[in-house]
């Protein structure tokens, strides 16, 4: 019997009343298990309890989260105190990315973990990328319901020559869009594969490019965004790729992708009717 992979999920640490716990979306674990992976959640570990566990993982994920990488971890003070901040977090995945890369583990990182992957590897944030000029304000409202939150926001314009181009040509992909931070300063070893319109260096999608900082790397790609969250449909798709079976992501892929005919007022119904659609598709 083939045994299914293990992927290592570092947990978040939050205070629910008086007492700490290590948390994870439950959104993540769901996609781990729709590719038919065994989800191994990890509290935070101490630096020589980080190989120990690498030695149980064939991929590493790294999830979003409400909190923010710690500003000092690239050169900066706090702006803004009220905001969530892990320390604890930050104190065992920043030195995990290194590890994996040199393994060769495969790694895929989503929002937070996208920034703190930049972090790692010795890149910088904007602390709040509406305040940066010329960029328009990326988070989501926490009040809407979830299908308006995760539903698409803007566009991304995919990068000439880059991995993205090759799966989904050069045409602009709308996006989901909920985060405060973003990358400032791209760390040597990662390319740009895709840009919001509104200019700056907010990186979308990277990929890493320079095999020689690292002499085994195998895979390492990060989202900014939540593309996961949109339907039962794109999670599927994505599982059965990262499964190793890519024929019907790549003629989704293949698609070219255009605006939504019925234009923003009916788009967030339309999205809403598809993944209520996929969800009751799957309880059947």
């Known amino acids: 019997m083939k045994q299914k992979p293990v ?16 948390i994870v979306g439950r959104k993540y674990i769901d996609a781990i298990r729709l590719a038919d992976c065994v989800p191994l959640v990890v509290p935070s570990i101490a ?22 990488v710690h500003p000092s971890r690239f050169g900066e003070a706090v702006r803004d105190t009220e905001l969530p901040l892990d320390v604890e977090r930050d104190n065992w995945t920043l030195p995990l990315i290194p590890r994996v890369l040199q393994r060769g583990v495969p790694l895929f990182a989503i929002c937070r973990g996208f920034q703190e992957t930049n ?22 409202a926490n009040d809407a319901p979830v299908e308006v ?18 799966i989904i040509g050069a045409s602009p992909v709308e996006v989901n869009s909920v985060h405060g931070q973003g990358v400032n300063r791209l760390a040597d070893g990662l390319r740009v594969e895709a840009r919001a319109p509104d ?35 794109a999670g599927k798709l994505v599982a059965e790729a990262i499964d190793g079976n890519a024929s019907r992501f790549d003629t989704f892929a293949r698609i070219r992708h255009r605006p939504f005919p019925g234009g923003r007022l009916l788009r967030t119904p339309a999205l809403v009717a598809g993944m209520a659609y996929y969800r009751l598709k799957d309880l059947l």
């Open 7 to 22: 992927v290592l999920v570092p947990a978040c640490n939050r205070m629910i009343g008086q007492h700490p716990f290590h």
């Open 149 to 166: 939150r995760y539903g698409f926001a803007h566009t991304v314009n995919v990068e000439p020559g880059g991995t993205l181009e090759q």
């Open 47 to 68: 630096d020589d309890e980080i190989d120990v566990m690498l030695d149980l993982a064939d991929g590493v994920l790294l999830t979003g989260s409400p909190s923010n």
């Open 119 to 140: 972090v790692a590897l010795g890149g910088s944030l904007h602390q709040a990328v509406h305040e940066v000029p010329q960029h328009r304000d990326h988070r989501g």
């Open 199 to 233: 200019g700056g260096r907010l990186a979308d999608v990277m990929h890493d490019s320079k095999a020689q900082q690292f002499q085994s790397v195998y895979y390492l790609q990060g989202f900014s965004g939540h593309g996961l969250a949109l339907t039962g449909l």
